[in-house]
């Protein structure tokens, strides 16, 4: 599935959690090819951004913390 259907099932797996959270799509070039990536930003803190990557996970959807 794309990036922006990344940031809206995320959105609809965790409404509260990610509620405060921007989202935005990151290009990135592989091989020649421009992918997107679908990230959230502004989450309160570490602990919270881990804790909503283990929901998400538990969801079914891929999730990885980054500072």
């Keep these: 599935s794309s990036a922006q259907d990344q940031i ?3 959105r609809a797996a965790a409404p509260k959690i990610l509620a405060s959270a921007d989202d ?3 290009p990135v070039s592989k091989d020649g090819d421009t992918l997107y990536r679908a990230r959230f930003a502004g989450i309160r803190s570490k602990d919270d951004a881990r804790a ?3 929901y998400l996970a538990r969801k079914g959807l891929s999730c990885l913390a980054l500072q």
């Design 8 to 10: 809206t099932s995320s």
């Design 24 to 26: 935005y799509l990151e």
């Design 52 to 54: 909503a990557c283990s």
